[in-house]
């Protein structure tokens, strides 16, 4: 159909920078920053030398948690809450000692419904 173009706006092309949205670096959950604390440690709580363990089934034990840390160096003593079956607290002697057993034992499962959830504890 000759004569019956009409012009149209340009649009944009896609590779014409947008508004550039901040890209989250992915650093994987075992990796070490320069001061040697695990990445995964950086995230919430601030490093502690005491874990704080949520999610653990009503037939947990102190033993049975000491039995599970004591294979990672540094480890002092796992604590349950009276009162609380549920949660208990685990100490070491440095804040990367904690951090490699947070970071080994994070979503263990304890029991076949339970999985171990490991923060630090607040200071």
């Not at 092309?13 to 994987?28: A, F, G, H, T, Y």
């Amino acid at each position: 159909m000759k004569g019956t173009y009409v012009e149209r706006p340009k649009l944009p092309r896609s590779d014409e920078p947008k508004k550039k949205k901040k890209e989250k670096r992915m650093i994987p959950t075992n990796a070490v920053n320069a001061a040697g604390i695990p990445h995964s440690a950086l995230a919430e709580q601030p490093p502690n030398n005491i874990l704080f363990l949520t999610n653990l089934p009503p037939e947990t034990t102190a033993p049975m948690v000491q039995v599970l840390f004591t294979q990672f160096s540094g480890f002092k003593e796992a604590r349950l809450v009276p009162g609380r079956h549920d949660i208990a607290f685990v100490e070491f002697e440095t804040e990367y000692q904690a951090g490699m057993a947070k970071d080994s034992l994070q979503g263990f499962k304890i029991s076949p419904t339970n999985s171990i959830k490991i923060t630090y504890a607040k200071k």
